[in-house]
């Protein structure tokens, strides 16, 4: 029976060593594989995360960008509107600056030629608003009082307003509809 039992123990051994062998390395391949699997899926997360970094990146150099781009266009249009009102003050009043640069004799020439009782240049100020308010009356606009006083179209306007209400002309008689200075 010794020698029975030596076989069968050697027979159990030379079965169950393969055995066992095969169970520890079944283990160690699936310990092996969970680590690689683990180290795909941190340099999958590393390699995730920098990408989202950078196109975060990207947006915030394009939302700059943009806002740069903005800022300029606004800047843009800002001089383009000055540019425009520019133009069309001078296109509504480039008549009464003309004479500042160069006088333009003919067309004071046109206008209706005042009485021989007109005043010519004045000294004070009261008299300046008596010939404003005397030549109005006479039909002349304030775009021509304004050149034969060399005072501003504006300046002649108002007087004209101020002597209109201050005479009660309104209420005497139906204003002449006058064209707006603007």
């Known amino acids: 029976m010794g020698f029975e039992l030596i076989v069968a123990l050697l027979s159990i051994t030379l079965i169950g060593i393969p055995v066992l062998a095969w169970a520890t390395l079944k283990r160690i391949s699936a310990a092996d594989r969970m680590r690689k699997n683990n180290e795909e899926l941190h340099s999958l997360e590393n390699s995730l995360s920098l990408m989202i970094k950078e196109l975060q990146d990207s947006v915030k150099k394009a939302l700059e960008d943009m806002e740069e781009s903005a800022d300029r266009l606004n ?12 133009l069309q003050y001078y296109y509504e009043y480039g008549d009464e600056l003309r004479p500042i640069v160069q006088p333009r ?11 021989a009782t007109a005043v010519h240049a004045p ?5 300046k608003h008596k010939e404003v308010h005397e030549l109005s009356r006479r ?5 021509q009082i304004a050149k034969h006083t060399g005072m501003s179209a504006d300046e002649v306007q108002l007087i004209i307003n101020l002597m209109e209400i201050s005479t009660m002309d309104i209420l005497s008689q139906p204003r002449q509809p006058r064209q707006p200075m603007v």
Do not use: H, L, V
Request: no cysteine.
């Open 105 to 115: 004799q003919p067309e004071i020439a046109q206008a209706p030629t005042p009485q």
């Open 123 to 127: 000294q004070g100020q009261a008299i």
């Open 139 to 143: 039909g002349w606009s304030a775009a």
């Open 75 to 86: 800047q843009m249009i800002d001089k383009a509107d000055d540019r425009i009102r520019e």
